[in-house]
T-cell receptor
Framework: AQSVTQLDSHVSVSEGTPVLLRCNYS??????LFWYVQHPNKGLQLLLK??????LVKGINGFEAEFKKSETSFHLTKPSAHMSDAAEYFC???????????FGAGTRLAVHP | ETGVTQSPTHLIKTRGQQVTLRCSSQ?????VSWYQQALGQGPQFIFQ???????GRGNFPPRFSGLQFPNYSSELNVNALELDDSALYLC????????????FGSGTRLTVV
């Protein structure tokens, strides 16, 4: 069975410092992996996706993630946090064919001035 | 693209009642999924419809049912509401085929009292 573990429920950074949100996955197949962001009272927005092409995936708003099969990890990073990055972030794994999405519990990112 | 629109945005129902939530997807999005997001948790897959047929279901009882219509709209119906059904319900749709990601609506916040 597929599953996702987000290792931190809350992360707090200062504006301008790097962001690291950690995610480990479990999958019996070659997984498709995603990061979504959820701002208050907004829908889920896709940041980036990995689908067995390049292991370093670049997304929107300066975010990127690296797929490491040996570590079963898909951590999300950004070199410099912005106040507008404050939101809930979800790591997601999908069965083949982009069907059922399995979400992690989420990491709440706080960005301080 | 017009996005995915859900209605209503908020709803309060009494335990034992029935509720219908609605979703309007983008033209050409013939796959729609519904998710339940309890407070402080990641979304959980309820079911998926493709060309008006259910083709995947999560661990939810039969009192959760759905419909998909030819005009790319869909419904989630919940009978015999329970207090634990209080959650944010998210609709997500996509075109069928590799490479197409899901577009999520902003959700319907259901409160059962």
């Amino acid at each position: 069975a597929q599953s996702v573990t987000q290792l931190d429920s809350h992360v707090s950074v200062s504006e301008g410092t790097p962001v690291l949100l950690r995610c480990n996955y479990s999958s019996s197949y070659s997984p498709s992996l995603f990061w979504y962001v959820q701002h208050p009272n907004k829908g889920l927005q896709l940041l980036l996706k990995y689908t067995s092409a390049a292991t370093l995936v670049k997304g929107i708003n300066g975010f990127e993630a690296e797929f490491k099969k040996s570590e079963t990890s898909f951590h999300l990073t950004k070199p410099s946090a912005h106040m507008s990055d404050a939101a809930e972030y979800f790591c997601v794994v999908s069965e083949s064919g982009y069907n059922k999405l399995i979400f992690g519990a989420g990491t709440r990112l706080a960005v301080h001035p | 693209e017009t996005g995915v629109t859900q209605s209503p945005t908020h709803l309060i129902k009494t335990r034992g009642q029935q509720v219908t939530l609605r979703c309007s997807s983008q033209s050409g999005h013939n796959t729609v999924s519904w998710y339940q997001q309890a407070l402080g948790q990641g979304p959980q897959f309820i079911f998926q419809y493709y060309r008006e047929e259910e083709n995947g279901r999560g661990n939810f009882p039969p009192r959760f049912s759905g419909l998909q219509f030819p005009n790319y709209s869909s419904e989630l119906n919940v009978n015999a509401l329970e207090l634990d059904d209080s959650a944010l319900y998210l609709c997500a749709s996509r075109r069928t085929g590799t490479g197409y990601g899901y577009t999520f609506g902003s959700g319907t916040r259901l409160t059962v009292v």
